[in-house]
């Protein structure tokens, strides 16, 4: 199974950026689809999950009202759209299959990740 991120860069603060993951491998609607972040020297924190269907997405408080995640199934996709986003330390964004999608999830924990992308880098400088 592969994982694979893209759609990461350099944006300004209040920018917008849009991150992809494609799956291949395995079939995509089996998991739920959950997006991490860490920055240098932090611990990886969860942003958002979305359930196979779509029906139910959690969002970090952090990123809530900022940041987007849907999918298309047809397509073996899921986005990740950053909003106004903030000047921070880099980070970098992954993308994870999961078997289940939960709060739990959004906290950080990723126990249910079973396949792992290597990530792709957000830097909004300050």
């Known amino acids: 199974v592969q994982v694979m991120e893209s759609g990461g860069g350099l944006v300004q603060a209040g920018g917008s950026l849009r991150l992809s993951c494609t799956v291949s491998?395995?079939?995509?609607?089996?998991?739920?689809m959950a997006w991490f972040r860490q920055a240098p020297e932090k611990e990886r924190e969860g942003v958002s999950c979305?359930?196979?269907?779509?029906?139910?997405?959690q969002y970090a408080e952090s990123v809530q009202g900022r940041f987007s995640t849907f999918r298309d199934n047809s397509k073996n996709m899921v986005y990740l759209q950053l909003k106004n986003l903030k000047p921070e330390a880099p980070a970098t964004y992954s993308c994870?299959?999961?078997?289940?999608?939960?709060?739990?999830?959004?906290?950080?924990?990723?126990?249910?990740?079973?396949?792992w992308g290597q990530g792709t880098q957000v830097i909004v400088p300050s």
């Open positions: 979305i359930t196979w269907n779509g029906a139910e997405i």
């Open positions: 491998g395995a079939t995509f609607d089996d998991y739920g």
């Open positions: 994870g299959a999961a078997q289940t999608c939960n709060a739990d999830t959004v906290q950080g924990i990723d126990v249910w990740v079973v396949h």
